[in-house]
């Protein structure tokens, strides 16, 4: 049995019967769409929990028992605070008193594409300010293989201590996927994996009290990148759909239902779609880190590469579908009213991040058209000094040419057909409608 492993640390020993009981005190620094879920599975489970961020809205928020992330229900978080189970803080003294400390911050790119691992550092010094003796920590922010041995491990090692004996330390992939109702951060399985097999058991027992499934692997390099491949596959496949839309609109053919016909194929097959762009703060981000660190050991992600410049190249082809569109209709695209149906980076969510609606508008914007848009999740649009309101549907019908380019299905695309002179849809939103006023990505 695995805890064999940790059989002859009297440390580990110690901290391995207190999460067996539920009286290890857990932590989790970085209250986001992460953390915060990740707290509650804990406190749930019967853990006394400690969020510790930088935010003070953030910690004032979860104190009063007020959700700010949508898979979390004010309702679920207020009884965790009431009964004591959870509070938030943003003073890392607490750290302290802490058994576990699971580290969910952001890890953005810079705008060089390298990787801005700064609010990793500065969480792990503040740690390691407090830390001591027989504490577990995991890192769960993605980042690229290496990250855990060669970043966070010094850090904590400072204090002299030895990791796998008088402390622990993992990395586990964080893999919530927001507004996903079937998958939830208790039943997403949990890749773990430890500097030592002592730390990997650590980690496997800490999660396996409150999520139902974990899956150790051998080393923490193994799990940063099993979260790598899973994104990189995703954007690589998105890149694939995204160029066999140009090729087939290069040769009149209709794309969706290329795609809709392959995806029938009962095995060795698996849907993506082409779009306007990629965005979001996963998918177009995680790649660089695996292409910044291999480009390191020498070896070039050219995949990653390329399909990070197919994808990038969408907005400026769904520009031009509008600005063909337009001219079809002898219109200009300078001085064209055009209407953009839904900005946020994807379906049926409020977040903006990297979204290819904000390109699109640009490029339209820069090309002297007159641009509007609806989007019932995002009230306002400050871009490089365009300040935009969100209108109404109703405006479609003002436009010379509208374009979706986000499929909330909220929108009354009926409607859209029969008021809008002008439709080019970038994500087959359309797609039970005929009329010769739609244009096709
Ligand atoms: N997109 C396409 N074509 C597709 C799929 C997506 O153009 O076939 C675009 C979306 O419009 C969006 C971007 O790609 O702009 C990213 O979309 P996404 O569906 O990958 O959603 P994300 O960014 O929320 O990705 C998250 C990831 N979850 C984690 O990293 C834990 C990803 O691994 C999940 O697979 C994905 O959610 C999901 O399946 O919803």
Known sequence: MPE??????????????????????????????VGLPLAVEFAKAGFSVTGIDISQEKTKKVNAGDSYVGDIP?????????????????????????DTINIC????????????MSFIVSSCQEIARHFHAGQLVILESTTYPGTTDEVVLPILSKSGLEVGRDFFLCFSPERVDPGNLKFQTVNIPKVVGGCTPACTEMGRLLYAQALEQVVPVSSTQVAEMVKLLENTFRMINIGLANEIALMCDRMGINVWEVIDAAATKPFGFMPFYPGPGLGGHCIPIDPFYLSWKTKQAGIEARFIELAGYINGQMPHFAADKVQNALNDAGKPVKGSRIHVMGVAYKRNIDD?????????????DRRGA??????????????????????????????????????HTGFDYRALVERAPLIVDTRNALKGFTSPKIVRL
């Open 4 to 33: 064999t492993l940790l059989a002859d640390h009297p440390t580990a020993q110690i901290l391995q019967h207190k999460i067996l009981e539920k009286r290890a005190r857990v932590g989790i620094v970085g209250l986001g769409y």
């Open 105 to 116: 911050v952001p890890t953005p790119l810079r705008k060089t594409k390298d990787p801005d």
């Open 74 to 98: 004010s309702a679920t978080l207020k009884p965790l605070v009431e009964t004591g189970k959870l509070r938030a803080t943003t003073d890392f003294s607490a750290v302290l008193e802490l």
């Open 370 to 407: 007159i641009v509007s848009y609806s989007d019932p999740y995002v009230p306002k649009l400050r871009l490089d000094g365009l300040q935009l309101d969100a209108q109404p549907e109703s405006a479609a019908a003002d436009a010379d040419c509208v374009v979706i380019i986000t499929d």
């Open 352 to 364: 903006m991040r990297e979204s290819p609606a904000l390109d699109v508008i640009l490029l339209l």
